[in-house]
Nanobody, 123 residues
Framework: QVQLVESGGGPVQAGGSLRLSCTVS????????MGWFRQAPEKGREYVAS????????DYAGSVKGRFAISRDNAENTVYLRMNNLQPADTAVYYC????????????????WGQGTQVTVSS
């Protein structure tokens, strides 16, 4: 079984930065593509970014490209999301996700999900 635990969320002012972390328990972390999604109040879940199992490929939603960066440390079973120049529109619960197929994450689907961490950006 794979369990995902996010951390690093919190309040931040517009223009600020945060780094989210997602630590994964269970075996074979290096076999899983990892992704970040978010859900704002009264809105559906939105794809943010993903990274392939090897870390050699990344993908971003257009709304965050150039501001967010996803990375992973397979030795630490952890995936990160560095978020710069945060804006109020980025306010949401951010979820970490894992799947054996990177393409599924890009398509918004995943086998395993974390519980989420709240990010609140004030203007």
């Amino acid at each position: 079984q794979v369990q995902l635990v996010e951390s690093g969320g919190g309040p931040v002012q517009a223009g600020g930065s945060l780094r989210l972390s997602c630590t994964v328990s269970g075996r074979n972390f290096g076999s899983y593509a990892m992704g970040w999604f978010r859900q704002a109040p009264e809105k559906g879940r939105e794809y943010v970014a993903s990274i392939s199992a090897s870390g050699g490929n990344t993908d971003y939603a257009g709304s965050v490209k150039g501001r967010f960066a996803i990375s992973r440390d397979n030795a630490e079973n952890t995936v990160y999301l560095r978020m710069n120049n945060l804006q109020p529109a980025d306010t949401a619960v951010y979820y970490c996700a894992a799947d054996l197929k990177w393409g599924r994450l890009v398509g918004g689907v995943a086998n395993f999900w974390g519980q989420g961490t709240q990010v609140t950006v004030s203007s």
